[in-house]
């Protein structure tokens, strides 16, 4: 059986995903990217997992992206590589919990993608980020779209073409990921995050996710109708509106069940 670079674990409604994979700077190879992927189809309908988190063994990197030395054996077809990718990257913005990474130190390629696909990517300050798929002989396909969108043209044919690394601080300034803090705030601040969307109504947050996500496809005023059609329709019918209102006025914690 191949094995997996991969540990999973579910604690306190947070799913961890743990890359495995230190001596090739946590590369995903295929049968890893498809545990992963078939790990979150299980998770998207556990009332346990209210957050997942995407993080990495060691220091030194998030994600390196693919597994060089497998891409030569399968006499380099493309094919297999991209479509365990998009399975995974599609898995990851369709499910309804919202995913959470980690980003410390290298970040290329299939990371910087994995990056890219994440709700809320926090880094350290001195990550390194970067797509140097160009110096593969490889015209990327995943990131085109989403960074011209996120961080305009110039810079996207600056990170695509070059392929030069930025860190982690000049990825936040760009807006490529969520918020970048210094490396020995890390670990704390991602903790942070996932007790804030923790304490939160599951509900609302995948109802917010799900409407962010179609809303980015249209047009401004389309898309303000549809997010105040969803809202609307949740305060409504489900209870945390009210639940949400009473427990501030009663100084209490919400009770989301």
């Keep these: 059986m191949t094995e997996i670079n991969a540990a999973f674990g579910v604690e306190d409604d947070v799913a961890r995903i743990e890359i495995r994979r230190e001596a090739k700077l946590n590369a995903v190879d295929m049968e890893t990217k498809r545990a992963i992927t078939d790990r979150l189809g299980e998770y998207r ?14 220091n030194d990197a998030f994600c390196a992206g693919g597994d060089l030395q497998e891409v ?4 380099y077809a493309l094919e297999p590589f991209t479509e365990t990718w998009e399975d995974l990257f599609t898995e990851m913005r ?12 290298h970040t290329y390629g299939g990371g910087f993608d ?19 798929e160009s110096t593969l002989g490889v015209v990327n396909h995943f990131s085109p779209p989403e960074l011209v969108h996120r961080v305009g043209l110039p810079t996207t044919m600056d990170l695509l ?30 903790e942070s995050a996932l007790d804030a969307l923790t304490a939160k109504s599951p509900r609302v947050l995948k109802k917010l996710k799900r409407s962010v996500y179609a809303s980015a496809e249209m047009s401004p005023t ?14 409504r019918t489900d209870p945390d509106y ?10 209490r914690d919400p009770d989301w069940s």
């Design 161 to 190: 073409m070059t392929g030069e690394a930025i860190s982690g601080e000049r990825a936040d300034e760009i807006g490529l990921v969520a918020r970048s803090v210094p490396a020995d705030a890390l670990d704390a601040t991602v």
């Design 222 to 235: 389309a898309a303000k109708s549809h997010v105040e059609a969803i809202s609307l329709e949740a305060a």
């Design 45 to 58: 309908d556990r009332d346990d997992v209210q957050v997942v988190l995407f993080e990495s063994a060691g």
């Design 114 to 132: 994995l990056l890219l696909h994440t709700d809320i990517p926090i880094a350290a300050d001195d990550a390194q980020i970067g797509q140097p």
């Design 94 to 105: 369709t499910m309804p919990q919202p995913t959470v990474a980690k980003i410390d130190g």
């Design 242 to 251: 009210r639940e949400g209102v009473d427990a501030q006025l009663e100084r």
């Design 72 to 75: 030569k054996e399968r006499e």
